[in-house]
């Protein structure tokens, strides 16, 4: 398998997980030009992708999730409530209708040699949903845009092998930054974003020999910088004896740009700390 993100921000989010044959795309944010531009780029074709799976219905992850569904003909997978909040959401490119397929939280599905289940993250829109998929021994955890992380995400969190989450934002810059105080309160309450800090403990706290990457996604252009994300997680994760480069691969996804392509495949256990 590989992974990469073709954007990762506030001003759009996609993210493709496959092989040689088959993906899937999570989330939809950016346009279907620039998404297939971007999979070709990396050797993948349209004719591949065999669903979407969206996590929650705010305009920078679905605003082109129905060109996909209706026009390229892609299934588009979310819970009904998110669906339905698609359907109002007026910055839609297309609406969707015939791709629309509904699932349940806590209920695998599978798309060939995927496993699928949606769980619950803790966000402000109208149904929020983060993505557990297995393949073979293999697991992928993603949870962007969640305020704080409760039992129920860390229970998927543990068990993966590669994991996908926010790191928004640096507290103190967005502390003393130009943004006004409700847009502050939203993004630091329990249903807003995850702050470096919060991920960096969490992250820290549920290592494992098969953990293997870890992505940043979702890096606030006004409230962080790359390597601030990066060194912020990787200076805890070195306090409790976890070594980036040795025990696993750190990496901060780029906001507006592709990132790099990472193979997914060996989880063999690495040191013991």
Known sequence: MKFFSLASGSSGNCYYLGNE???????????????????????????????????????????????????????????????????????????????????????????RDFCITAFEVPHDGSDNVGYYITWGTESFAIATDLGHIPSGVAHYMKQANYIVIEANYDAEMLRSGPYPAYLKTRITQERGHLCNDETAGFLSSIYHPGLTHIFLCHLSHENNHPELAYKTVAIKLQQNGISVGNHLTLVSLPRTSVSDVYALGDCSPKPQL
């Open 21 to 111: 044959e088959y993906g899937i795309l999570i989330d939809a944010g950016i346009g279907p030009r620039t998404i297939k531009k971007r999979l070709r780029d990396k050797g993948v074709r349209m004719e591949q992708i065999m669903g979407l799976l969206i996590t929650h219905d705010h305009t920078d992850h679905i605003k082109y999730a129905g060109v996909l569904g209706e026009k390229c003909g892609i299934p588009v997978f979310s819970t009904e409530t998110i669906h339905n909040g698609m359907a109002r959401n007026i910055c839609m490119a297309e609406k969707i209708e015939a791709s629309r397929r509904i699932l349940t939280k806590e209920t695998p599905f599978c798309l």
